[in-house]
């Protein structure tokens, strides 16, 4: 059961900063509203994650563990209509066969919280009680302890950590209603609280993106046929050499996706000096029946079903907003 998870963990755990992705989602998929995240050493020492969500049950401990084993899809149907972010039921079981992985849990109905692990070759899981407040932590050390190939392959500290603030920041700027902790080495990076207004939503996406982005921002909301677009971009003048403010996001889930590039960079077209990227952060919000999302398994693509149209929605909106600006 090891080598099969390990195997699986392949695709899903590249670094660090992918297993902080899959347990963060986790937590939002349980509907936590406080998440906080404690790294050491760049993910490769620790990597643990505390949440208010609604928590795992003592008897379902194990099964979350395992291979295959979601709670989040109960027939065909929910497949074609995903909504939760996770949905492959791979995550922990992948992550929990690379590293040592602790599962403490505590739902509101239950009146003790529950620990959980999975070791040795079968991946037999151990159940003991323990203390925690309603919701979940799940403590991750020595990533990769057991595979010293994938081991090697691990960057700087730094460099995983830059990769892990990322995957934050982009959590981030999808989920105002969640607060957000970000430790690293026992200090307080990143800290996001709850944005329920249209000033805190700025000041989160400055704390994201910078103020200079904010200032510099066209404010975008548009809604057509069932496609929604709402965000900010960047005027022309504030391009960047580096593709490193591009954030867009579908239904929720972020994406680094060609189509939405391509119509984005279109929509500025002639407006920017070649060689430099538009700056921009975007929402973009559909039927889930219209797109899919089971394209690759760190799921960063989507696939929709009418392609042509939902790229030329987005052009025209940016395009629009763009020309409006410069009149
Ligand atoms: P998936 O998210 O694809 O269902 P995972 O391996 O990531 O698969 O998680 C397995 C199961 O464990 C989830 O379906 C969910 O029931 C449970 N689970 C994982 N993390 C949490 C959490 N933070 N809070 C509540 N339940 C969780
Ligand atoms: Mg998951």
Redesign the pocket.
Known sequence: ARLANQIAAGEVVERPASVVK?LVE??I??GATTIRIDIEKGGAKRIRII?N????AKD?LAL?LSRH????IKDLDDLEAISSL????????SISSVARLTLT?KPEAQESAWQANAEGRDMAVSVKPAAHPNG?T?DVSDLFFNTPARRKFLRTEKTEYAHIEEVIKRIALANFDISFVLTHNHKIIKQFRVANSTIQRSKRVAQVCGQKFIDNAIEVNCEHNGLHLHGWIAQPSYFRNQNDLSYSYVNERMMRDKLINHAIRQAYADLLPSDSYPAFVLFLQLDFREVDVNVHPAKHEVRFHQGRYVHDFIYSVCNRALKNELD
């Open positions: 899959e986790n937590s998929d349980a949440d969500g609604k928590g795992i379902e979350a084993a979601t709670s989040k996770g949905f492959r039921g791979e995550a922990l079981a849990s979940t799940i």
